[in-house]
């Protein structure tokens, strides 16, 4: 059967359990073509493509029947349209007819074939009439208020009969559903039809006599319901029949998703084991707090599916001791899932964009495609987890459109996203060709946090361009945040938005650190030795240190190229200040950064063949990963520490580095890059600008030559701030804003 359906008050119409039945029934049932026949203009119909959990349409008819496009593609069906288009004399030419009449107030709508106007009926006399006459168009009055002026015999009705019979389809096996008499011209074609509840008195007047008009009693999607079971659709069995199972619900009150198990497995000896993790930031070990006092959930994350080690086991005890009642949830997947899914798709698509470097991403659909098959399962794994009414938290970019599957098979819950890396400027992001999808999947989210305003303010951009939003409340960025302070600096951001009468808060909740964890390595005996060992090795020089990743968003080798400028520059440096540049490898797997592998092995041979001498080596260049107890060694001697990222969502290195120094009560100098998602907090580092060479080399050695009193007030001043805001406070805040959300509050 064909579906021709109105939307406002109509497909979209009704209560939340009639839409989500109805929108189930269409999509689980491949037998039903759905075709909208909107008043709407084509652009005012695009935001409904972007929500996942409205049934995309096989066609479009917008423009009160003077659009008619393919659903998919939102191309015209030229054999349809080119008529049409022949009998529109042009925008500009109606509304300079009808110019002269006060009444008609222009509605400032987009709209393609057609002038609609505000009026009340006593202002369409005569001489409009003539007017539009003389245009050879035709005039359509509706909803007491609406005034349209269309191509001659062209309205909804028509343009619908004519594409029932392009494709060849039998008319008794259409059904048409309106409310308001806009939408009268499909029913006087012979189709079954339907008036929803609530349907305007104009309309069920003007049907009253038509024997295939149904006038239902529910309003909207609900009304769509009752005239297929009027009219027998769908077999002998009905409606209920068709319709998909409601996911069941489990035990947990708080379901975490995310990419990784909170626990590490590894293979040896042909046997699966596992071990506590060594997580490089805490978020795990803060997550994992949420279940210490015996509360319920589930730790949704993947696993790889190898039949060499066995059945694959879907729940697993994570700690019975510490944590009773938390299970690991498993998703199945293949190595070749992880393969594209995380290490190629998600880091050569969405990981360059969203830093910024859009010209470095490859898009390929078919990644595409096997993303949005492990995401599905993520939500279905989590949905089938989560208790009546339960707390989903979801985390960052690679599980994007969870949110989307999720808020379709279980409406209940209250879905939480964290997104813990950058989130770029519209113009960035709209470079993604999925960007409609993945912001109709985070606009199912009830409280969506980031890092820091900027990034939140950034979504709200990105999200304006895909759906019609409002903004609900603001608040100030002061004081927690710099405000014209740094580049990611904001006065105000946005907190709560309405997008499709539902409201979804936003907050900034940069991640803290563990301090716990600094001060156990500080502890520790062994560090306590190397640390005096470097501070030997060191006597009469200074220590630059920089820790990152091997990754072309971490600036390494512009910042490799100002230290090279630096020393020849400042000669009297020379044998007195070291660069130590700790850079951790890539995943295994992960080709897209040999060359920049290879140009940074080439740049430090050279400045270290420049300026080396007996004694003395200017850069010390380390590929390999470094344990985090020999890195707080590092942080306790490094006079310098310089992080420059031309692009980060936070940078927790900055954070681990004030705090070693905070806790030693050192007075090292944090020069750190404007464009971290840290510059937006942390009150007394050096901001520098990464994309400046010469801010990159004079920010560095004003560092170098601070004054002890100074670099300890900066350093005091940022200690204050991450001593405060730590790893803890970060989770119980982001969880007290999703409850405060839910309340309404």
Known sequence: ?????????????????????????????????????????????????????????????????????????????????????????????????????????????????????????????????????????DLLFSAGKYFDVLPKGVNKGRTLTRLVAHLGLDPEEVMVAGDTLNDLSMYEQGFKGVCVGDS????????????????????????????????????????????????????????IVYHRLPYEEFVEDGERKRRRPKSPNGIL?????????????????????????????????????????????????????VDIFYKRFSKEAFWPTLHTFWERASFHEEHWNVFLDVNRRFAERAAAEAAEGAVI??????????????????????????HHTYFPSADVFNVLPWRRQIVGSLL?????????????????DVARGVMPIETLEKVNCAPRFFTYGCA????????????????????????????????????DEAVQARIGELREELKGQKLVLSVERLDFTKGILEKLIAWETLLEENPELRGKVTLVTICVPAAQGMTIYDELQTQIEQTVGRINGRFAQIGWMPLQFFFRSVPFEQLVAYYAVADVMWITPLRDGLNLVAKEYVATQGKTGGCGVLVLSEFAGAA???????????????????????ALTLSRDEARSRLAEAFDSVRYYDIALWGSEFMAAVRAHARGG
């Open 680 to 702: 937006a907090e942390l009150r007394g580092a050096i901001l520098t600008n990464p994309h400046d060479p010469h801010e990159l080399v004079t920010t560095c050695y004003l």
């Open 444 to 460: 199912q989210c009830d409280y969506i946090g980031f890092h820091i305003p900027r990034q939140a303010e950034n979504f709200v």
């Open 488 to 523: 990611v600096g904001l006065e105000e951001m946005t907190s709560e938005i309405e997008v499709a009468g539902r409201r979804i808060g936003l907050g900034a909740h940069p991640v803290g650190l563990d301090l716990g964890r600094v001060q156990g390595a500080l502890d």
């Open 1 to 137: 059967m064909l579906l021709a359906t109105d939307l406002d008050g109509t497909f979209l119409g009704g209560d939340q359990e009639g839409r989500l039945r109805l929108y189930q029934l269409i999509a689980a049932h491949p037998g039903i073509d759905l075709v909208f026949v909107t008043g709407r203009g084509l652009e005012h119909v695009l935001p409904l493509l972007a929500d996942p959990t409205i049934p995309q349409p096989d066609y479009i008819i917008s423009d009160v029947g003077a659009t008619v496009v393919h659903g998919a593609t939102q191309q015209p069906v030229l054999a349809l349209q080119e008529p049409i288009d022949q009998l529109w004399p042009g925008e500009h030419v109606v509304a300079e007819a009808l110019a002269r009449f006060a009444e008609l107030q222009r509605q400032e709508v987009p709209q393609e074939r057609r002038c609609s106007y505000f009026c009340e009926e006593h202002h369409i006399d005569d001489a409009v009439r003539r007017t539009v006459a003389e245009l050879g168009c």
């Open 285 to 337: 070990p803060t997550l994992l707090s949420f279940f210490a006092d015996g509360r319920a959930g589930s730790w949704v994350a993947w696993a790889i599916d190898d039949p060499d080690l066995g059945p694959f086991e879907v729940h697993t005890d994570v700690d019975l001791e510490r944590y009773p009642k938390l299970v690991a949830a498993r998703v199945a997947l293949s190595a070749a899932d």
């Open 200 to 255: 305007e008195e104009g309309l069920l007047l003007a049907t009253q006599e038509l024997a295939r008009v149904y006038h239902a009693r529910e309003p909207g999607a609900g009304g769509i319901l009752e005239a297929f079971h009027y009219f027998g659709f769908l077999g002998s069995e009905g409606v209920d029949a068709e319709l998909q199972a409601v996911s069941r619900t489990g035990k947990s009150d708080l379901v």
């Open 393 to 418: 938290w979801i985390h960052d970019y690679n599980l994007w459109m969870v949110p989307a599957y999720l808020r379709e098979l279980r409406p209940d819950l209250t879905i939480a996203f964290f």
